[in-house]
C-alpha cells in the first residue's frame, strides 16, 4: 500500500512542478499578447482594456494560482481568438491523435513482434542482419522525411491513398480510415525500428532458458515454443519502453499530424503558439503532460497484470 502512496505523490508533485514550469515558460513569452490581439493600429487604453479583461494586469503568482485552480476542476480557461473554452477545442483534437497514436503503437507491435522474432531466431544468419539493418535505417531517418517518402510513393506515385486531411469516423469510416493509413503508417515504422530492438533482445534471453530447451527437447518447434515462452518475458520489456518512449510517440504524433494536416493536439499546439493563444497553449501543453503521466501511471500498474513476480513484491510492500 505504501507502494502505491508513493507513486501517487510522485504524480501529484510531478504535475505541479509541470504546471509551474508551462505557465512559467508561456508567460515569459516576448511581446503583449493584447497588443497582439489588437494589431499595431490600436491605442494604448484598447491594449489596457483587453489586458484587464484577461487578467493580465495582476500580479504574476496571483495569474497562476487562478489558472492552476482553474484546471483542477476542469476549465482550462477561453481561446483569446475563438473565445471557445479550450476544453472544447482539445476534446475533437484529442480524438483526432488517440487514433493516430493508438493504432501507430498497435501498428508498431505488429511490426515489432515478428521481425524481433526472427532476428532472434536467425541471428547468426543474413535474416537476422538484414532485419537489425533495416530497424536501424528505419531509427535513422527523421519522422518528417519518412512521411514525406510515404506520401510520395503511395500518394504521389501510386495514387492509392489522399496525401493529407482527415475526415471523422462518424462521418464517413471509409474515408477516415483511408486518410489515417499512411500517417499510422509512418508512426507506425518509426516506432516499430526503436521496438525490435527490445523485441530481440528479450527473446534472446528466452532462447537460453531451460524452459525454452525443455520445450524443444519434447518435439515444439523453435518458433512456436518461443511464442508459448517468450511473449510474455518480451511484453515486459515492450510495455517499459513504450512507457519510456510515450513522449517521443506523441512528438512523433505531432509531426506527424503537422505532415499529415491531420487536425489533432499536435496541429492545434502549433496553431496557438503562431496565434499567441495563451490559453490553448498552456492548456494543450498541460493536458499532454497529464495524458502522459497517466499512461505512465497505467504502465507501471500493468506490470502488476504482466509479472506474478511484480505483484508479489506490491502485496509484501
Known amino acids: 500500500m505504501g507502494r502505491y502512496l508513493r507513486r501517487l505523490g510522485i504524480f501529484a508533485v510531478t504535475l505541479l512542478g509541470a504546471s509551474i514550469l508551462i505557465f512559467a515558460v508561456t508567460a515569459a513569452l516576448p511581446g503583449d499578447i493584447a497588443q497582439v490581439l489588437l494589431g499595431t493600429d490600436a491605442t494604448p487604453e484598447r491594449v489596457e482594456a483587453l489586458r484587464r479583461e484577461y487578467g493580465l494586469d495582476r500580479p504574476l ?11 483542477l476542476t476542469g476549465n482550462f480557461g477561453i481561446s483569446h481568438l475563438s473565445r471557445q473554452p479550450v476544453l472544447a477545442l482539445i476534446g475533437p483534437s484529442l480524438a483526432v491523435t488517440a487514433w493516430l497514436v493508438g493504432l501507430g ?15 532472434a531466431l536467425k541471428r547468426r544468419h543474413w535474416q537476422g ?48 480510415a483511408r486518410h489515417l493509413v499512411l500517417p499510422v503508417a509512418t ?32 518435439g515444439w518447434t523453435p518458433a512456436a515454443a518461443l511464442l508459448r515462452h ?19 510517440v506523441l512528438v512523433g504524433a505531432i509531426v506527424v499530424e503537422y505532415v499529415f494536416g491531420l487536425p489533432g493536439l499536435g496541429w492545434l499546439l502549433l496553431n496557438a503558439v503562431g496565434q499567441r493563444d495563451l490559453f490553448v497553449i498552456q492548456g494543450t501543453v498541460m493536458f499532454l503532460v497529464l495524458a502522459v503521466l497517466v499512461i505512465n501511471a497505467l ?19
Open 129 to 176: 542482419f538484414a532485419v537489425n539493418a533495416l530497424a536501424q535505417l528505419g531509427m535513422a531517418i527523421p519522422v518528417f522525411f519518412g512521411g514525406m517518402l510515404i506520401v510520395l510513393v503511395f500518394s504521389g506515385w501510386l495514387g492509392w491513398l489522399p496525401p493529407n486531411g482527415y475526415v471523422p469516423l462518424r462521418t464517413d469510416p471509409v474515408q477516415w
Open 187 to 218: 508512426l507506425a515504422v518509426v516506432q516499430g525500428a526503436v521496438l525490435i530492438r527490445y523485441v530481440r533482445s528479450a527473446f534472446v534471453e528466452v532462447l537460453s532458458e531451460d524452459y525454452y530447451r525443455t520445450a524443444r527437447a519434447i
Open 61 to 71: 503568482p496571483l495569474r497562476y494560482l487562478e489558472w492552476l485552480g482553474g484546471v
Open 230 to 248: 517468450g511473449v510474455r518475458n518480451a511484453a515486459v520489456s515492450l510495455v517499459t519502453v513504450i512507457g519510456l518512449q510515450l513522449s517521443a
Open 299 to 317: 504502465v507501471d500498474f500493468s506490470y502488476l497484470l504482466i509479472d506474478p513476480r511484480q505483484r508479489a513484491q506490491g502485496e509484501i510492500g
Open 105 to 119: 503503437i498497435l501498428g508498431a507491435l505488429l511490426i515489432a513482434l515478428p521481425a524481433g522474432m526472427v532476428a
